[in-house]
């Protein structure tokens, strides 16, 4: 009657010939819009006769119903391909690393210390600090090492011009910080001190004149040598490893006594010597004022160098001090 | 110390056990072992060889030529690189065919056209010692000898297997400065027989009249002294196994007299000296302190200038003849033509020696021994006697009666234990007889002790140790609980962990530091750690102020100094980076300063710095890693000062404050102390005190609701004159916009056309936003208007319509 039976597939034809979103636009506008032939034919729908009224109005929806179809998957097809082709023209190589963040990096040393502070911190100690250069009373005399003591030969101290002669020193170890915390703090004391230290030793591939020490002090009652080998034991385990073991060996230190030095277990069944400790001497504790019948205590210190050096197996320890950026920012 | 297995077994008889076995229990004791080696394995093929001939090498100048007779009566040649050798010098020569101890074969070879026919050998090639000095002469110290030529070394030497072990051996322990005294431990710990068998010699009758005086003037310094005047001595070689013993354990061999007296002292322990009579004025020693202005010549031919510090021993001039306990005189020294000796074993007040070897700077066997306290009991006698008796196996020698005189020996009281107190200490529950029996097997004496007012029954908590002569260093109940848990063995402590009363965390200070750090590293710095040392001209290189701290003993010039800035380290370390063409750098360090003290204070000023460095970056790259820190940790009120600063760019510096105090320096490094530094890229700089400003209040962050009403945003731009800083005209408008100003931004500067000379332009962003409602026009070109208005009554600048 309107002469819509090809419509449906004129539309058809005509949408899929449209390549884009906007010649799909005219062909909505050709088949539906206000001047299309359905839209015409639905005008004149009165000028039919009553009963036919109905059936033609039903075909005109349907058609439309169809055309609407039609248009709407043209356009999800152009859509999903105006995007693929947005994409192709963005496409990206992600393996072009043209603009890298650069993070800096931790010194081993202090990746190493932060490391040693916290698996104490864990155990309820605090850390604590003093100065690197200190006099002969905080670097020996109260520390039980008299002038005339042997020992202090073997420290191989680096002396300044300040006071008399031999007055004033680089720290030739940490443990002049166990003095300075026993002398402002009373106990019970739980502390770790790490800190740099010095000596004369001439640089080369396992001495530094400047290394770094880490010293544990606990002073409160009834400690026991026990406990001093059950700290070190849960240390060790705590920093390397549940497998490794410890052990103490009888040794000497003038500020220590029963003095020992502590040796960890290596996998091959040998050990290694890591450090030095024992219970502090009672002559210490009386230097700082704590009354040894009252309080006992232990210490014990060991170097962060070494330690460093043994996990990353440096063959060169001056690695740590000559800071080549090459080296720094291999960690 | 040195160890021999065949020595320690003249101690302790049943010793057969395996010597790795020995090794452990020597470390477990504390007797550490430093190494351990089989000596004086059969040499097969290394024979006794004569020096006929020694010719220079036609075509080499570090060897020479030797013919050397094999016992054959022929030359045999040799190449050889060593020169100490003389015709008719006898040596040890290893045969073609041979194998050494080291596992080196000897083969037949030419040497640039010449034959060697074998090797003439060293002390240390043949595993006789460590000397590798030159070729071993066999009959250096015995010319008269029979030598059978072509025979074996090991048997003319009388080598035998053996077992060296070295010992590290701690400053408390003077009696392990012994081979008995590492016996004694070691027996103990193996529940071994100890006994000294030189007891058992029968000293001959004296027959010479002990014609000396001896005086021991300060008591103080010598609490012991005893000698023995010995005639009919011939001096000569001493006996071979006694050369290889003194070889072994690191001594080389003179005399009978001076190697008796050396193995005397390696073997018990007690250095002991011997003086050639004769030449003893005065028929006296004498012991006292030195005077200032003495002097004397030593044995190893060194004049030295005494003081009150040390001691002497004298002779009936008043002369010193020898350094107490350190070294003797050359003017009594024991010659070829000795036939009279006096022997000496004194005992010498071990703080006196140790201070007189630190003052002299003169250290010996003796003086290792003295300083720690030798034995002041028995051993004196057993040693002079074991000198006698060494000394009567190589010649006839005829002895004086024992002359003894006293000064101040060590307090020889009981000590007293508590069993409690001692397990206490160790954490182990003893019983008082299991500790007395762990001492009693190192030799200290152990009795019972009666309460006084009880039923007369022994204590059973407390007990009293007799410390033994030999333990000068044991003097405290915590001495005999470090032996008692020594031999007792560490190993066996049960082990316990203490719980403190405390929670363990940084302190504000510490977890402030490792923020920074942690920002640092975000922002793209690696941290640096050099060591604090300076060289001279570092500062001044570096434009600074030179004044520093100096180290007494430097091990080198470069490292004399103590810093007083980070800056020369640093720009050290990017000098090192760059001419290892590492370009970009971004450094940071956190260390101490020491900077000299005003007023009295004996230490310096010491203070934690903290540097950043960039290179190629100017001076605002640096000013934005200062506001991150800044900001993050919330500084009280950081400003930069702009200003000119000793060694950085002069227009380009600023002092930092924060919390109205100074704290440091920003900018970049003056391009002139670059040049000193040999660097040919800018550097951006910062120094802080960080350890004064994290010492202070910082991290106080303040919550501020967020308004929820619309913000207005507006632009603002001014031309700046160059004295005019960017911070004054943000001053201005934040006071200016008052709580209604969000936010500022600089978001241009720039110095182009339009702009008067060295005037620039800079333009800010401003959002306004108020919480009680939304801002008018009105109210917002208000506001505009008060920040212009502020801005240019305040400062120069100039609103860019």
């Known amino acids: ?331 | 110390m040195k160890v021999l297995l065949s020595w320690l077994k003249e101690f302790i008889p049943d010793l057969d056990h395996d010597p790795e076995e020995i090794g452990k229990r020597l470390s477990a004791l504390g007797l550490a072992v430093e190494s351990m080696e089989v000596v004086g394995n059969e040499l097969s093929g290394v024979v006794v060889g004569k020096v006929l001939d020694l010719r220079p090498h036609p075509n080499a100048e570090r060897i020479q030529l030797v013919d050397v007779d094999l016992g054959n009566g022929e030359a045999t040649q040799i190449c050889c690189g060593a020169f100490n050798m003389q015709v008719g010098d006898i040596i040890p020569v290893a045969t073609v065919g041979s194998i050494l101890p080291d596992g080196m074969e000897i083969a037949q070879r030419k040497l640039r056209g010449e034959v060697s026919n074998g090797m003439c050998c060293s002390a240390s090639e043949i595993g006789l010692g460590d000397d590798s000095d030159g070729i071993m002469i066999l009959s250096e110290n015995d010319p008269e000898r029979e030598w059978d030529i072509g025979g074996s070394v090991s048997d003319t030497l009388g080598l035998e297997s053996d077992v060296l072990w070295d010992l590290e051996v701690n400053a408390n322990r003077p009696d392990a400065m012994s081979v008995s005294g590492v016996a004694r431990d070691l027996a103990a710990s193996l529940g071994l027989p100890f006994n000294f068998p030189m007891d058992r010699y029968e000293k001959p009758q004296a027959t010479v009249e002990a014609g000396i005086q001896i005086d021991i003037e300060d008591p103080t310094l010598c609490g012991r002294f005893l000698a023995c005047i010995v005639k009919g001595i011939t001096v000569g070689p001493s006996p071979q196994w006694l050369q290889n013993r003194l070889i072994h354990l690191g001594m080389r061999p003179i005399n009978n007299v001076v190697d008796i007296s050396n193995y005397v002292m390696l073997e018990l322990g007690q250095p002991n000296h011997t003086y050639d009579l004769d030449e003893i004025k005065g028929s006296r020693l004498g012991t006292r302190r030195a005077k200032a202005g003495e002097s004397i010549l030593t044995l190893d031919d060194v004049e030295r200038n005494l003081c009150e510090i040390d001691g002497v021993i004298v002779d009936g001039d008043d002369t010193p003849i020898g350094i107490a306990g350190i070294m003797g005189g050359a003017s009594s020294e024991i010659s070829e033509s000795t036939t009279e000796i006096i022997i000496e074993v004194a005992w010498w007040d071990p703080p006196s020696i140790s201070r007189s070897v630190k003052n002299l700077n003169l250290m010996s066997e003796a003086s290792m021994r003295f300083r720690r306290g030798a034995d002041y009991g028995i051993n004196m006698r057993r040693s002079l006697n074991r000198v006698v008796q060494l000394l009567s196996e190589t010649c006839e020698p005829e002895i004086s009666e024992l002359m003894q005189v006293d000064g101040n020996l060590p307090d020889t009281s009981p000590v007293r234990v508590s069993k409690e107190r001692v397990n206490g200490l160790l954490g182990t529950s003893l019983a008082s007889e299991e500790m007395m029996d762990l001492l009693q097997s190192i030799g200290f004496e152990c009795q019972e002790v009666i309460p006084e007012g009880g039923d007369g029954s022994p204590s059973q908590n407390d007990f009293q140790v007799i410390v033994p002569s030999w333990r000068w260093d044991t003097q405290t109940e915590t001495d005999l609980a470090e032996e008692i848990a020594r031999t007792f063995g560490y190993e066996r402590i049960e082990t316990t962990i203490p719980r403190g009363p405390f929670t363990g965390q940084l302190s504000r200070f510490q977890k402030g530091r490792r923020t920074i750090r942690e920002i640092l590293i975000g922002a793209g710095c690696d941290e640096t750690m050099p060591m604090p040392f300076l060289a001279p001209g570092d500062l001044q290189n570096a434009g600074l102020s030179s004044n520093a701290i100096s180290i007494s003993n430097p091990l080198v010039q470069e490292e004399s100094l103590l810093r007083t800035s980070l800056m020369p380290g640093q720009l050290k370390i990017i000098s090192y980076n760059q001419s290892h063409r590492i370009k970009k750098l971004k450094f940071f360090e956190i260390g101490h300063v020491y900077l000299p003290s005003e007023g009295d204070q004996l230490l310096p000023d010491e203070r934690e710095y903290l540097s950043i460095s960039i290179t190629g970056g100017d001076a605002t790259e640096i000013v934005a890693i200062l506001d991150l820190i800044s900001s993050t940790m919330a500084f009280p009120n950081m400003q930069l000062n702009q200003q000119e600063i000793g060694g950085l760019h002069p227009a380009r510096s600023a002092q930092v404050s924060v919390a109205g105090k100074n704290r440091g320096v920003v900018g970049e490094v003056d391009p002139r102390v670059l040049k000193n530094y040999g660097i040919d890229d800018s550097v951006a700089w910062l120094e802080l005190d960080l350890g004064s400003i994290l010492s202070g209040s910082f991290g106080k962050k303040k919550y501020k609701s967020v308004s929820k009403y619309p913000s207005s945003d507006i632009d603002l731009a001014f031309a700046v004159p160059a004295d005019t800083s960017s911070a004054s005209i943000e001053g201005c408008i934040r006071k200016a916009g008052g709580p209604y100003l969000q936010d500022i931004e600089l978001f241009d500067s720039y110095k182009a056309g339009g702009v008067t000379e060295g005037v620039r332009s800079l333009a800010y962003s401003l959002r306004f936003q108020s919480s009680e409602g939304t801002l008018t026009d009105n109210e917002v070109s208000k506001l505009r208007a008060a920040c212009i208005s502020e801005v240019e009554k305040k400062t120069d600048a100039k609103l860019r319509e």
């Open chain 1, 1 to 331: 009657m309107f002469d819509l039976e090809n419509l449906s597939n004129e539309a058809e034809e005509a949408s899929n010939a449209a390549s884009t979103l906007e010649d799909l636009t005219q062909v909505q506008t050709q088949f539906l819009g206000k001047k299309s032939k359905l839209v015409e034919a639905k005008k004149a729908l009165g000028t039919l006769p009553a009963e036919d009224r109905a059936n033609v109005g039903k075909e005109i929806n349907e058609i439309k119903g169809q055309i609407e179809q039609l248009i709407s998957g043209r356009k999800s097809a152009l859509q999903e391909s105006e995007w693929i082709s947005k994409f192709n023209k963005e496409r990206m190589d992600l393996t072009e690393r043209l603009r890298p963040i650069d993070r800096g990096h931790l010194h081993l040393i202090t990746q190493a210390r932060d490391e040693l502070e916290d698996v104490f911190i864990g155990m309820g100690y605090s850390v604590a600090e003093g100065p690197e250069v200190e006099t002969a009373w905080y670097n020996f005399e109260a520390l039980n090492i008299p002038d005339w003591h042997p020992a202090r030969g073997n420290f191989d101290t680096i002396f300044v011009d300040l006071g008399e002669p031999e007055e004033v020193m680089l720290r030739s170890h940490t443990s002049p910080v166990q003095i300075r915390t026993m002398e402002s703090q009373e106990p019970p004391i739980y502390i770790v001190a790490p800190g740099r230290t010095f000596r004369t030793d001439s640089a080369d591939a396992t001495h530094l004149p400047a290394f770094n020490q880490i010293e544990g002090l606990v002073i409160d009652k009834g400690i026991t040598m026990g406990d001093l080998a059950g700290t070190i034991d849960s240390f060790v385990h705590a920093f390397f490893g549940e497998e490794v073991k410890s052990r103490l060996r009888p040794s000497y230190f003038p500020f220590t006594e029963p003095s020992a030095e502590f040796d960890i277990s290596r996998s091959d069944g040998s050990w290694l010597e890591l450090g030095g400790c024992g219970m502090v001497h009672p002559n210490v504790l009386r230097n700082c004022n704590i009354d040894p019948e009252v309080w006992q205590g232990f210490a014990f210190g060991f170097g962060i160098d070494r330690l460093v050096s043994m996990r990353y197996q440096l063959d060169d320890i001056r690695e740590l001090v000559v800071n080549d950026a090459r080296f720094l920012r291999q960690f």
